[in-house]
């Protein structure tokens, strides 16, 4: 079917000014109300709620998460499936300090704009309301739940200190040690003792011993969680946790490796026993060009500069990699705060509630809305995305779905709300 984009962009551009102050209120009111991991209710009711209102069959309790939605707008013809993404969830005593309040909300206005637009179009859309990002991985529950079986590209923006499309994130995953010893008086008895301690402060002078010899994208960082009870008793029990990170999950799996061993020679010189867990983290995100393309074109008539990844950026870690791993992805960024103010401060909280976070719901709602409609006006585009992540695959930068349900099965199961 033939779609006068043009007409299209106009229709769309004026559905998003229209939307602009309920957009502004949902974004305010979801950052004026903290929610943590699984326990988004709050939020998860409200963004299902407008799209329902706004002409999407909405799930409620997606995958079995039940602060997940899937909501479905059908363009009225065959096409492909077009999903954009959005998450919710806010971090301990600061909030939203990664500015996820800005996530939802413009992948609403994205959402809501396409109905309201009025335009038949070949394929449906699809708002995923995804929650847990913060060390929850709901996007990695619902995968595995079939949430996105039927998608054929998925695309979501997150706030940052600069503009980009194709920027990655690193593979991680996260590590519990618990050594057991054997108590004993400290100043009595210290010959009849085990030290669990020393196994744990072993492993971390191993991990260190090694990172003249790690890549630079390693990041291996620990804290201790269990150091005894009291200082005059030898420790039978001590712990540690490690999030372990690479640009890609080989080499991640190679730090694992590393981080391992350093705890088995902790045991091995103490005589401790080590209990060893390994809990799935999130792959790193691969961009697809073809989508990053579009997305940056109607970023750019925002009046936005978008930046180019530099060589040894500094990432951190989404579960948008492991969708990436599974379907042609962009995990975008949006400026809305300074270089200087990083993201999970409190600095970077209050950006998510000031006129440059509320900028970024907009002009975030209109780029993946126009990009929505270029890929549904244009179906080719969407074969173009697909055939870009083949070949990706057959390189081996992406897992592919089998592969990546596969690899999922050497952890320890993931947290699931309770």
């Known amino acids: 079917m033939a779609i006068d984009r043009e007409a299209w962009d106009v229709r769309i551009r004026a559905a998003v000014e229209e939307l602009t102050p309920q957009l502004l209120a949902s974004s305010h009111d979801i950052h004026a109300n903290p929610e943590l991991a699984f326990r988004e209710h709050r939020a998860s009711a409200r963004l299902a709620d407008e799209l329902e209102q706004g002409g999407f069959a909405v799930e409620r309790g997606a995958g079995g998460l039940p602060t997940a939605f899937r909501a479905e707008y059908n363009g009225g013809e065959p096409g492909p499936t077009v999903a954009i993404l959005a998450e919710y ?143 005059n008793i030898i420790p039978d029990r001590a712990a540690a946790r490690f999030s372990v990170r690479a640009r890609d999950r080989a080499y991640q799996r190679r730090l694992i490796a590393m981080v391992q061993q350093a705890a088995e020679a902790g045991a091995l010189a103490t005589g401790a026993r080590l209990e060893w867990t390994e809990t799935r983290g999130y792959s790193n995100m691969v961009a697809n060009v073809v989508i990053a393309d579009i997305f940056a074109e109607h970023l750019r008539a925002t009046d936005r500069v978008v930046d180019e990844p530099r060589p040894n950026q500094r990432m951190g870690s989404t579960d948008m990699g492991d969708i990436s791993q599974i379907m042609p992805a962009v995990h975008a960024y949006l400026s809305i705060a300074p270089r200087d103010v990083p993201n999970h401060t409190v600095g970077f909280t209050e950006a998510a509630a000031s006129p440059a976070g509320d900028r970024a719901v907009i002009d975030g709602a209109l780029a993946m809305a126009q990009t929505a409609a270029d890929l549904f006006a244009d179906p080719s585009l969407v074969a173009l995305a697909q055939a870009e992540f083949q070949e990706r695959l057959a390189r081996g930068e992406v897992a592919g779905y089998e592969a990546w349900v596969e690899s999922g099965k050497a952890y320890a199961p993931a947290p699931r709300p309770a």
């Open 89 to 231: 969830d806010a971090l301990p005593g600061i909030g939203h300090g990664c500015g996820h309040n800005v996530i939802a909300t413009s992948a609403l206005g994205a959402g809501l704009a396409m109905a309201r637009s009025g335009v038949r179009f070949p394929g449906t859309l699809l708002i995923v309301g995804t929650p847990a990002e913060e060390g929850g991985g709901g996007k990695i529950l619902l995968a595995e739940a079939g949430v996105f079986e039927d998608v054929d590209v998925a695309y979501m923006l997150h706030p940052s200190q600069t503009n980009m499309v194709k920027r990655g994130s690193l593979a991680n995953s996260r590590v519990e040690v618990v050594f057991h010893g054997r108590a004993a008086h400290a100043a009595g008895a210290p010959d009849l003792g085990i030290n669990a301690l020393e196994a744990v402060i072993q492993t971390f002078v191993g991990v260190n011993a090694r990172r003249l010899h790690m890549r630079d994208d390693a990041r291996v960082h620990g804290i201790v969680t269990d150091g005894g009870k009291a200082v």
